[in-house]
């Protein structure tokens, strides 16, 4: 009797050579990307977002073409904090144009056609059972985008991933060994453990891992023009050694936290029109270092 | 999955796919020696994991593939239209037609945005006093948005 791979083809209804052809669209479609970076650390609440939006800033400031993939559909934030919610995505004759920032960053961002009212939902024949499908269902969605819009020429493609230590690993698989992966922690314990794991998780791949950033590392209080503790660690920040103990890859720099930085987000205004500030010249040099160590 | 006629050690060919009923498809496969025909059917969660994949189920017009797991979109009603008014309702907004260029741009629009994406341009034209979207609005709604 015939085996499962005696069998050429699966008698018509074509479902593995659908999902090769969707892989294909997508490898077409970032043809032309030079750098594919994802912005993770398997802890919520950390400033991915915010890291990825002024890092980008940061390096398009340097003359890259930079785009922003917001992969967090379900808390997406980037429309707002990129000033491009209410953004209309047009088709071109062949792709869908993507909305830009002022400073000529491209953004996609499932918060430019879904109001912060409302959630993202999908018609289910399962009710009831999103657990067994949802995750699939995310990840086709991410191929459709990736597949669909024109992301040209770019130096460049920045994904703000959700958290999670094991939806770190599961875009790591999806979006494949060229893409090189940047973890942001904060100076809690806590934190690291959590980032820690995505870093053992993500080591077993064959992505590589850039290094992390250490966000909120310190308060900048502008009234004192000092950067004030703002976590108590019990393991502080090692300048010789660049690292704090538990993440074995290196510090790509640390980012103070700014509440002006945070209104500024909340607002849509780019970094570049703020002052230079302790938080803008921690944000450049970190943009440095990520150039450096991709090329 | 595969399907083999024992008797005849020969796979099997898909022959048509009923549209989902209670989340449930039937995926009536053939064997091309025998001409045996069997029926697989689904229940919600196995319709769900396929439909999640973003693949269609089916035979095509060319009788060899694809077609139909409801309405040929895998992200069906996934998002509403942002705005949409129905027809009759208060309010509801001058009608804009499409030429057939401008609507097969808009095709390139990925299913689960593409109401909202073609109700935002409505507007825009609407905004500008176009009652036609041709595909010089469509590149002005682009350079409008800075694309």
């Known amino acids: ?295 | 999955m595969k399907f083999l006629c024992v008797p005849c050690d020969s796979p099997m060919k898909l022959q048509s796919v009923g549209p989902p009923e209670r989340g449930s498809l039937s995926v009536v496969y053939s064997c091309p020696e025998c001409g045996y025909e069997m029926a697989m059917l689904t229940n919600a969660y196995e319709t769900q994991v396929v439909q999640s994949l973003g693949v269609k189920i089916g035979p095509d017009n060319d009788g060899n593939a694809l077609s139909t797991t409801g309405s040929g979109c895998p992200f069906p009603g996934m998002i509403p239209a942002k705005g949409e008014t129905r027809p009759g309702e208060a309010g509801e907004p001058t009608p804009v037609r499409w030429t057939a260029a401008a609507e097969a741009r808009l095709a390139n629009i990925p299913a689960f945005v593409r109401p909202m994406a073609k109700t935002g341009i409505e507007r825009f034209a609407r905004e500008k006093g176009a009652l036609e979207i041709d595909e010089q609005i469509l590149d002005e709604a682009r350079d409008f948005f800075g694309m």
Not at chain 1, 72 to 94: K, T, Y
Not at chain 1, 172 to 196: C, H, K, M, N
């Open chain 1, 1 to 295: 009797m015939k085996r499962y791979h005696d069998i050429v083809g699966d008698g018509g209804s074509r479902i593995l050579e659908q999902v090769a052809e969707q892989r294909s669209r997508i490898t077409d479609g970032l043809a032309g990307v030079r750098h594919l970076v994802a912005v993770g650390s398997g802890k919520g609440g950390v400033g991915k977002s915010t890291l990825t939006l002024h890092l980008a800033g940061a390096l398009r400031a340097r003359g890259l073409r930079i785009a922003i993939l917001d992969a967090d559909f379900n808390g997406p934030s980037q429309a707002r904090m990129a000033g491009v919610q209410g953004a209309l995505f047009v088709p071109g004759s062949h792709k869908v144009s993507l909305p830009r920032t002022r400073n000529g960053i491209a953004v996609f961002s499932m918060g430019s056609v879904i109001p912060e009212s409302e959630a993202l939902d999908f018609e289910s024949a399962a009710h009831g059972e999103s657990h067994t499908w949802r995750a699939t269902r995310e990840f086709a969605l991410l191929g459709e985008v990736l597949a669909s819009f024109e992301w040209g020429a770019l130096d460049l493609l920045m994904f703000d991933l959700p958290p999670g230590a094991e939806r770190t690993v599961q875009y790591a698989d999806f979006l494949g060994p060229r893409t090189s992966f940047l973890l942001v922690t904060i100076p809690s314990e806590v934190a690291r453990g959590v980032v820690a794991r995505s870093v053992a998780a993500l080591s077993k791949g064959p992505n590589r891992l850039l290094g992390y950033v250490e966000n909120m590392s310190g308060y900048y209080c502008r009234d004192c023009n000092a950067i004030k503790p703002l976590f108590v660690s019990p393991e502080p920040f090692d300048a010789a050694q660049g690292k704090p103990s538990g993440l074995e890859i290196p510090c790509l720099g640390t980012v103070p936290f700014d509440p002006e930085l945070a209104r500024h987000c909340d607002q849509g205004i780019p970094l570049s029109e703020m002052p230079q500030t302790p938080v803008g010249q921690a944000l450049d040099h970190v943009a440095q270092r990520l150039l450096e160590g991709l090329t």
